[in-house]
């Protein structure tokens, strides 16, 4: 039985992209396994604060006042729900060329040094390894080819984000040209859909 944990971070509710390609991924991955134990994170509904003067110190330093302790517990939480999990599904809308904000505070709660990774003279070391991550990336343009490739901050921050802490097994399902109409959004939708299920497979 496997633990899957789920993060959806779209402000657009009902009508997003992420959100419905989020809840197919869920749904092959259970249909495969259908003991497997959720854990659901919205974190547009329920924002994890940006860390502030009075609490960063609860992540990247010594907790002392309340609010760093605060702090603290939030991203022990969070690792907590990280570690336990076999599998993370992350709906991640591509704003203003890279990854919404509320997805953003969670990272900066979760990359935690001495906890998630470390530093040593070999360089810096991902202490969350054996994850399988798979990231559902809505766009409104074209990213994968052509001329805004370059303007894609997205996909290679989050590599990064999640490499860095040992998270290197990432499959990536881009829909794309959300944006240029229902046509365009239907096919990206429906292409999605046939990559979630041929990863399934
Ligand atoms: C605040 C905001 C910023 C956005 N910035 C970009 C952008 O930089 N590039 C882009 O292609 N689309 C951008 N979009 C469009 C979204 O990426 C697109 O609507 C996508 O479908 C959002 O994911 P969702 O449907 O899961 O909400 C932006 C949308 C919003 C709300």
Redesign the pocket.
Known sequence: MSNILVLNS???GE?????LLVADAVTELTQRDPGATLVFRDLAAAPIPHLTLETVAGVRAQATTPAELASRALSDELIAELRAADTIVI?A?????SIPTTLRTWFDHVLRPGVTFSYSEAGPKGLIEGKRVIVVE????LYSEGPAQAADFQEPYLRQLLGFIGMTDVTFIRAEK??YGPDARDQAVADSRAELARLAA
């Open positions: 779209s402000l657009s009508a997003s992209v992420s959100r709906g809308p591509m704003y203003n060329f809505a766009r409104g343009g959300i944006g």
